[in-house]
Each structure stands twice: as structure tokens, then as C-alpha cells.
């Protein structure tokens, strides 16, 4: 991997797996689909929603990084966040609570959110490393990609990988204080 960003990304990928792969490992199939105990989201509605958003997000990602390769959009400089990206990185980021949009929302049956579906996120999982490393020499700072919650919010590539690593920092710091909760 030439980019230290994408590298970078790729370890906290790494790391993430890491914890989910320990919850698929050891914890009842019962405490996955569990709701926090606030109510809030537990551990597998957690995983459901990142595994509903990346599989959201991948396709117009991949279809970026064809166009970026047909327009020899190779690699200029680091990646650095657009405007509006850092500004949705900064939400991500903050203590505050945000609604999920419809569209990434787990579904409330918990049968959608037990290990099955952590195992599917580690499979996913692989696809946006994939995704990652097609992206190596690429520049992350051209061409943009539709949000998949609307195509008025458009993303460069470095962003959109950014916000959905970041993304799930946030959602597996969630996922880990509804376990302590319980």
C-alpha cells in the first residue's frame, strides 16, 4: 500500500475486526441481538446498521474508482478532507447523538441482529478493504461520489472512506458501552 492514509485506514479496519471477531467468539447468540440497556442499540443492531451502510456506500465507491482509473486520476499529494467532509467527520466524531437516516436503519426484528449478522459485516468487511487497496495510487481528492442517503451531498473518494471507518469507530464505541451496560 503506497498511500498512508488508506494505510492507516486499513489498521483501524483492522483493529475493528478485531473486536467483532471477540463478540462472534464469545458472546450468546442472545446478548448479540440484545437492545442496550437504555433501549438504545445493542451490539448486533450496532453491526446491522454499519453493515446496511457500507453496503450502501460500496457501490458508488466502486464505480469511483473506475471513473477515477478511466480519467487517470493517479495519486497528487496526501488525501485531505473536503469541506463538507470534515464537516460530517467532525459529527462522527462528537459526543452528540445522531439519527440514522431510514435507509440505514437496522431492522427492529432481532433475528437480523445476532452473530449471522456480525459474521456478514466481517465479510463485508473485506470488500471495503478491497475497495481500499483498488484505490492505492489513486487520487483521493478528485471526482466525487453520491451519498447514498442523497445525491446532493457528494463525496471525494479519501472522505467517503474516512467517514465510514470513522463511522464505525463510533458505532463500535456504542456496540462496546451497551455490553458494559448489561
Request: aromatic share 6%.
Amino acid at each position: 500500500m503506497q498511500d498512508p492514509h488508506l494505510s492507516q485506514l486499513l489498521e483501524e479496519l483492522e483493529q475493528i475486526d478485531g473486536h467483532i471477531r471477540e463478540w462472534v467468539e464469545q458472546l450468546p447468540e442472545e446478548r448479540i441481538a440484545a437492545s442496550a440497556a437504555d433501549g438504545g442499540w445493542g451490539v448486533g443492531s450496532c453491526i446491522e446498521h454499519l453493515r446496511i451502510t457500507t453496503d450502501e456506500y460500496l457501490p458508488s465507491i466502486h464505480a469511483r474508482i473506475e471513473k477515477s482509473r478511466s480519467q487517470n486520476l493517479t495519486r497528487a499529494n496526501g488525501y485531505r478532507p473536503t469541506w463538507l467532509g470534515n464537516l460530517f467527520l467532525k459529527a462522527l466524531d462528537g459526543k452528540r447523538t445522531l439519527k440514522a437516516p431510514k435507509t440505514f436503519r437496522p431492522s427492529p426484528q432481532p433475528t437480523n441482529r445476532g452473530r449471522a449478522s456480525l459474521e456478514e459485516f466481517l465479510t463485508q468487511q473485506n470488500r471495503l478493504r478491497q475497495a481500499i487497496g483498488d484505490a492505492d495510487g489513486l487520487n483521493l481528492n478528485r471526482g466525487k461520489l453520491p451519498s447514498p442517503i442523497t445525491g446532493l451531498i457528494r463525496f471525494t473518494l479519501g472522505d467517503a472512506f474516512t467517514i465510514l471507518v470513522t463511522h464505525q469507530r463510533r458505532h463500535l464505541g456504542q456496540a462496546q458501552r451497551a455490553l458494559g451496560s448489561k
